[in-house]
């Protein structure tokens, strides 16, 4: 319960984070234009499966705001950096990050174990 509250009432943090975030985003503004492109693309598809308060997908955006300041540096095309398969990529940067997916996955597979549990006969 601490957490929520540390979370979602915690002025001072939330301040902190904004005024990163406008960081962050001056950052993206300074990138090539298909760089930006792709990053708002990806923003987009990932805060789709944010869980919680956010703050472990806005490690992930400035993870690859990094990335992305490296590729443009080295001249790359922003598709090296991210392979062809834009989703895949994304689908890899949420692997270890709580999703809804996740906990709609967790949610359908409790609600079928304590079903099946709780059913004496059991289904075989």
């Known amino acids: 319960m601490k957490q929520f509250f540390d979370d979602y009432f915690n002025l001072n943090k939330i ?9 962050q985003l001056a950052r993206i503004k300074a990138l090539p234009e298909d760089y930006q492109y792709v990053f708002k693309e990806i923003q987009s598809h990932m805060w789709q499966f944010a869980s919680g308060a956010g703050y472990d997908m806005m490690e992930i955006h400035y993870g690859l705001i990094e990335l ?16 062809e398969d834009v989703a895949a990529f994304v689908d890899e940067l949420l692997k270890n ?8 996955r967790n949610r359908l597979n409790q609600k079928i174990k304590n079903k099946i549990e709780g059913n004496n006969h059991g289904i075989r």
């Open 68 to 83: 992305f300041e490296e590729g443009a540096a080295e001249g790359k095309n922003v598709l090296e950096v991210t392979g």
């Open 15 to 23: 301040i902190r984070s904004k005024q990163e975030y406008k960081r």
């Open 97 to 104: 990050v709580r999703t809804y997916t996740e906990d709609w």
